[in-house]
């Protein structure tokens, strides 16, 4: 996934803190974009969140509430409401 055009493709130092498992100058947003969302997704806060949906397509994010294994429940369910996607049980 490339990031929408006009961006960095390095994760702002703000949002670093959510990648402390991994060296954040090592992940760009050109390769790691699923799991810089998935990140940003479960831990990031309002900030974070804003500057994803500025930086990635709605629709990569969408694919990624639907198929990605790495988002919690509690995550996916939001997401899923926010996108107005659920599925029914």
């Known amino acids: 996934m490339k990031p929408r055009s006009g961006h960095n493709h390095e994760i ?3 949002f670093r803190k959510y990648f402390w498992d991994v060296d ?3 992940l760009s947003l050109e ?3 699923g799991f810089i969302a ?3 997704m479960n831990f990031g806060d309002q900030e974070a ?3 994803l949906l500025t930086v990635l397509d709605t629709e990569f994010i969408k ?3 639907a198929d990605s294994r790495n988002l919690t429940p509690k995550t996916r369910n939001y997401w899923q409401v926010m996108f ?5 049980s």
């Open 31 to 33: 390769k790691s974009s």
């Open 12 to 14: 702002p130092e703000q």
């Open 49 to 51: 969140i804003k500057w």
């Open 84 to 88: 107005h996607t659920q599925k029914n």
């Open 63 to 65: 694919s990624l509430v």
């Open 38 to 40: 998935e990140r940003i």
């Open 24 to 26: 954040p100058f090592a």
